[in-house]
């Protein structure tokens, strides 16, 4: 699978697909096919890896702007 095939087959954005590639050490590793420039990523190795990620909810920055005004405000 290519990273825009792995996008749209998991809802994603080519640019979220490529973070998670670069970021994450337990990506399944590209796969370089002769006669072609494109990697690809294999299909069985991709779907293990999204049913076994542990999803991680980001901070919330909004709560600490609410913080720190109230902090100001004392």
């Given amino acids: 699978m290519t ?30 096919e002769p006669g072609t ?10 779907d293990e890896y999204f049913a076994t990620r542990v999803l991680q909810p980001g901070r919330r920055t909004d709560l600490e702007a609410k913080q720190q005004e109230t902090d100001a405000d004392e």
């Fill in 3 to 32: 990273i825009p095939e792995i996008a749209e087959h998991r809802g994603l954005s080519r640019q979220r697909v490529h973070r998670i590639a670069r970021s994450d050490p337990k990506f399944p590793e590209p796969v370089l």
């Fill in 37 to 46: 420039t494109r990697v690809k990523y294999p299909t069985d190795a991709v």
